[in-house]
């Protein structure tokens, strides 16, 4: 329909009329303005008509309120698609600002002499709306107008959207069918816009729901601005769209994405659109949405506002994304789906340790599908589970096989996603399945990535746990792929951390990218976990990450990923590299987690002794075996150290045969190592050098092989000092015990200080740092790492003055306190000693968690000799256990079965006596119930235990829907304090049931 036009003669009659009236027709789904009138203008105070077109023409319900724009907007449609009589009540802003006034607004259809209908609307000013708030100030009329804006207000527009004011999604199909015809019509092409506020969530998180609604109407207004002369709709939360013509749509979507720019102060969000040009006649407004949604999504991952055409490209992609959802069943019952296996590598003695279990699509009709074709659209379509619980199956198949073939079993991960834990049990499907087949459960190993964890951490760590709990390993895969969080690793445990490939290659663009990883390591290693990078391909790479105490190695360098046939063929033909030896696992994994690199610098006090020094302590493992030894592990400073000193390349012999040379570098070194491996833990020695320098080292057991008897040994070199100095490494460790977390030399007359430190629960010594000032800076990190029910006491005595006082009246100065440099309190002891020759002191710290926790132990052996004892007053067959505090009632639960613990009752309390009687409707049988509460009294219960020793009592509880006897016991004991200690067993004596019935 074309738009009406008046005659000049007409139009100038109405525009000159003082009463406010407008006159609107209905063309293609859209109300368009006509004509406004004199009085129209001053009733809302536009200067001019230019101005009253001008603005009304953008926005028809401009100014209206907020809270009336969708029912004025629904009203005037109904109008105009049904007809009949308008009238509505509103509130409306003039044109130069100020309050709301109530606006009354009547219209009537009038046909003209060619048959087109019009629409006539009159509008009233029927004065500035108050709000009730404000009470006295609102008149009788006032009120009354207020109580009729409140009625129209509770309807609810099925047109608009109630926030934007834009149509709905609904009626946007509509009005869109229209516009397209429309632009087809005049010669365009019919495009529509699908548009995305990006990160909506996070802004409501931030800035609050009340600003995210603020922006979205802002967002509205401005989209409208842009795209005046076509149909916008606000289809929900922060997703908008457009149907529009080709032509300048690009010029447009520029010209909104550098206003939204400025909206909302600049607090405002990117904005993505996806666009669909119309291809065919066939494609609905439905259809043409979804793909231009599907163009928006392809954008997802970038935080910057921008467009997408949906193409062949996309097109391509969704119905390969449509075929493996359609084929995933078929797929798995076919065997498309093919497992394919990538070993893991023990850094230490390059044998399989694990191997990663990998999914690969082989198609009949597709060919080989990359996991990235088809795990993303199973995950997104909840289909994910299928394909994870089938690799399963055929990984316990492939696992028999390989025990039936002889192959050496070592675990297999499996890798899980979030969607796995939404469709199903997981847990229980994996547990179930794995014992089926009667393999154990260690030996498949769960691959959980840090995204999935992050989903719902409360949730996820509980799944973790179950795992765990079942003997099921469980890897963190992925670490520092994106944004880690060291919180995960804080609140769960995982036994092993899988760094992400992308850390790996940064190990070539520089130094940072080795600190980070070489921290990262050292962290892990802390907290008792293993470690394996992914993605080595290089000999650098497998070199630096040995260095740094990466236990488990992966990547191409080793091998690629490879079928279960491959892998048999390559066994029988004696190619395939060795798998461990799971009994000698836990020997290599404590080799492997031992980190030999240190970025510390060390200097040794003069300039000379600093030429020394190397970049890194330099540190080493060797494995001893009757007598001779052979190198397994050493960093690049031993390797330079043993070079320079003895003209020994040890990293081209590292895993050569055992051999005597390699412990024959002097009589002190050769001593120690072997007293190592047979007498004591660890030892610091000093040994000369060819050049007649000095060298302070240290060595340390860590471990024997249950197999070969073979002993780990780890050296260190401390420090190389010319022999005039008169403190060496031997003197330090004299001083103190061998248990050292911590080991300080301070010189009092400069008050500068060297740290000695190693890691926590090991002897061997592995960053050295320089500071000044030392009892100002004990004092700083006091406040850091001391616990802090400790620290005032540590504070008030670990002062200069108290300590020189206690070493000079009685030797030494000692303290017990509790550190927290692993996020739970541990017991240490400080002693401080004075050096001979020169004003120094030194001062260790030895870890004394274990004596500590052995007193803990055997508290809790006293305490559960005294639960036998209280046990052992009462029947043996207990359904559960209290202690009542005679004299404030208080109680405590003790062992419930399982039955009686689903009752749910209360484990403690502050009233036994009157709980019983509010939980007693829970598990007593009804007919006993009046008998139970008038027997089980506090005053009754003392009073029978006072005359016959003990009190008694039988009744029915309901377990299981099912009446079952129980004798209730209960006797005073005195321990500390007096305590009444009550027992339910249940009674199998007949007479008793007899006597019950």
């Not at 740094?548 to 892998?567: A, D, N, R, T």
Request: proline share 3%.
């Amino acid at each position: 329909m074309e738009q009406f036009h008046f005659s000049d003669k007409e139009q100038k009659r109405i525009e000159q009329m003082p009463v406010p009236l407008a006159v609107y027709q209905f063309v293609n789904e859209k109300v368009r303005i006509l004509l406004l009138s004199e009085g129209y203008c001053k009733l809302f105070n536009f200067p001019d008509h230019s101005t009253a077109y001008r603005y009304t023409e953008e926005d028809a319900f401009c100014n209206t309120h907020p809270d009336d724009t969708a029912r004025v907007k629904d009203a005037a449609y109904r109008f105009a698609k049904e007809g009949g009589r308008y009238e509505v009540i509103f509130r409306r802003m003039k044109y130069d600002g100020g309050d709301y006034h109530i606006i009354h607004g009547i219209g009537e259809h009038i046909y003209t002499e060619e048959g087109i209908r019009l629409a006539y609307v009159w509008y009233t000013d029927e004065g500035a709306y108050v709000a009730e708030s404000e009470g006295s100030q609102t008149t009788a009329v006032n009120r009354a107008f207020n109580t009729a804006l409140q009625e129209e207000s509770m309807l609810r527009a099925s047109y608009y959207s109630f926030l934007t004011g834009l149509p709905s999604m609904s009626y946007f199909f509509e009005l869109a069918s229209v516009r397209k015809d429309t632009i087809t019509e005049e010669g365009g092409r019919p495009t529509l816009l699908y548009v995305d506020l990006c990160g909506m969530k996070r802004f409501n998180i931030k800035y609050g729901f009340a600003e995210g609604d603020v922006l979205l109407k802002e967002f509205a207004r401005c989209l409208q601005s842009v795209f005046s002369e076509d149909i916008c709709s606000h289809f929900g939360a922060d997703h908008f769209a457009v149907i529009t013509s080709e032509q300048g749509v690009e010029e447009k979507l520029e010209a909104l994405f550098k206003k939204c720019r400025e909206l909302n102060g600049r607090k405002n969000l990117p904005v993505h659109v996806g666009i669909y040009q119309w291809q065919s006649e066939t494609v609905s407004i439905t259809l043409a949405c979804d793909r231009a949604k599907t163009a928006s999504d392809y954008l997802k991952n970038t935080y910057s506002s921008g467009y997408s055409f949906y193409d062949q490209r996309i097109q391509e992609n969704e119905e390969n994304l449509q075929y493996i959802i359609e084929n995933l069943d078929r797929a798995i019952e076919e065997k498309w789906i093919k497992v394919y296996f990538q070993p893991i590598i023990r850094a230490v003695n390059g044998k399989v340790c694990d191997t990663e279990v990998l999914a690969r699509w082989i198609d009949p009709e597709k060919g080989m599908l990359s996991p990235a074709a088809f795990i993303p659209p199973l995950e997104d379509a909840g289909l994910i589970h299928k394909l994870d619980l089938y690799m399963v199956d055929r990984v316990l198949e492939s696992i028999k096989v390989q025990m039936s073939d002889g192959f050496t079993v070592i675990p297999h991960s499996i890798n899980l996603s979030r969607s796995d834990f939404d469709a199903c049990d997981v847990v229980e499907e994996i547990r179930k399945r794995v014992d089926a087949a009667g393999i154990s459960r260690d030996r498949i190993t769960i691959e959980i990535t840090e995204s999935v964890i992050g989903s719902d951490f409360d949730f996820m760590k509980e799944q973790v746990e179950r795992f765990r709990s079942l003997g099921f390993p469980v890897w963190m895969d992925d670490f520092g792929s994106r944004y880690s969080s060291l919180e995960v690793l804080q609140s769960i445990s995982f036994d092993l951390i899988k760094f992400d490939m992308s850390l790996t290659r940064r190990l070539d663009e520089g130094e940072a990218g080795k600190i980070i990883l070489t921290e990262l390591m050292r962290m892990v290693a802390s907290l008792g976990m293993d470690a394996v990078c992914e993605g080595v391909e290089t000999e650098g790479q497998v070199r630096f990450l040995q260095e740094i105490g990466c236990s488990k190695l992966q990547g191409y360098y080793f091998g690629k990923p490879v079928s279960f046939e491959k892998i048999r063929e390559l066994f029988k033909g004696n190619a395939l590299i060795d798998n461990e030896n799971p009994e000698e696992s836990e020997y290599y994994e404590s080799i492997g987690r031992v980190n030999l690199f240190d970025l510390g610098v060390i200097s040794g006090g003069g300039e000379n002794a600093f030429h020394n020094v190397f970049e890194s302590l330099p540190a080493a493992i060797i494995e001893v075996k009757d007598g001779q030894a052979r190198y397994v592990r050493s960093n690049r400073s031993y390797q330079d150290f043993v070079k320079r000193f003895f003209n020994v390349d040890i990293y081209l012999d590292r895993r050569d045969n055992y051999t005597s040379s390699v412990i024959k570098y002097g009589y002190n070194f050769e001593n120690v190592v072997k007293q190592c491996c047979t007498v004591v833990n660890s030892a610091f020695f000093d040994e000369a050098m060819p050049d007649g320098s000095m060298v302070h080292a240290f060595a340390h057991r860590i471990n024997t092989n249950p197999v070969t008897g073979s002993v780990a040994v780890s050296l260190a070199v401390l420090s190389i000092s010319d022999p005039d100095e008169s403190t060496t490494y031997a003197d330090i460790a004299q001083a103190l015990a061998a248990d050292y977390y911590n080991i300080f030399l301070i010189d009092l007359d400069t008050n500068g200080y060297t740290e000695y430190s190693s890691k926590v629960g090991g002897e061997e010594l592995s960053v050295v740092r320089h500071g000044e000032d030392f009892f100002e800076s004990a004092r700083r990190d006091a406040m850091i790492r001391i616990y802090r029910e400790d620290r005032e006491t540590f504070l008030a005595l670990f002062t200069k003055e108290r300590v020189l006082r206690d070493i000079e009246k009685q030797g030494v100065f000692t303290i017990t306190y509790r550190l927290i440099d692993m996020g739970t309190p541990m017991y240490v002891n400080m002693k401080i000693n004075r050096l001979h020759g020169g004003n120094r002191i030194i001062l260790g710290v030895s870890i004394i968690d274990a004596q500590m926790k052995q007193l803990e132990e055997e508290n809790k052996l006293r305490q559960e000799k005294i639960s036998l004892g209280r046990i052992a007053a009462l029947s043996p067959e207990y359904i559960v256990l209290y202690t009542i505090d005679p004299e404030t009632n208080n109680y405590t639960q003790y062992n419930p079965s399982k039955e009686f613990a689903d009752f749910g009752l209360a484990k403690t309390g502050e009233d036994f006596f009157a709980d019983v009687i509010l939980d007693a409707p829970k598990a007593i049988a009804p007919e006993d119930m009046e008998r139970h509460l008038r027997v089980l009294t506090k005053e009754n219960m003392l009073s029978e235990i006072q005359k016959n020793g003990y009190f008694s009592h039988y009744y029915r509880l309901i377990i299981n829907g099912k009446y079952v006897p129980v004798s209730l016991k209960a006797t005073v004991v005195e321990e500390d304090v007096k305590k009444i200690i009550l027992g339910v067993t249940e009674d199998k004596h007949e007479e008793i049931r007899q006597y019950m019935k």
